[in-house]
């Protein structure tokens, strides 16, 4: 589990800049950008081409550390590649974001600072 977390977090701090202004980590190929506006978060997801993955039957979840505090969120898949959730409170910008999904058995993890 140590090596997992060590991996995720060398790829947060090579966070790059995707289409909808957000940070895009890459996880086993596939770029994932996270954005954030208000209480929405969403995360979209490209396959490893770089196009867009569709994610229909994609089940995910957020994982936020804020304040010293930890929160799940549920996401829902929305046409054509996003995960979406709704927050009950704006992120900080020292708060950490790590995104889960998973689709037809395989797993995607993503680590975030928010910005």
Do not use: W
């Not at 909808?20 to 490209?46: A, C, L, R």
């Not at 900080?92 to 998973?102: D, E």
Request: net charge neutral.
């Amino acid at each position: 589990m140590t090596a997992v977390m060590i991996a995720t977090l060398d790829v947060a701090a090579a966070q790059t800049k995707g289409s909808n202004g957000g940070p895009v980590v890459k996880s086993q190929g596939h770029p994932i950008e996270f954005v954030s506006k208000g209480t929405d978060i969403v995360f979209y997801v490209g396959d490893d081409d770089g196009s867009p993955l569709s994610t229909k039957d994609m089940r995910g979840r957020a994982t936020i550390q804020d304040g010293g505090k930890t929160v799940t969120v549920s996401l829902a898949p929305a046409n054509p590649n996003m995960m979406t959730g709704k927050l009950q409170a704006e992120l900080s910008p020292k708060a950490i974001v790590v995104f889960s999904g998973s689709l037809h058995g395989h797993s995607l993890t993503a680590r975030y600072a928010a910005q």
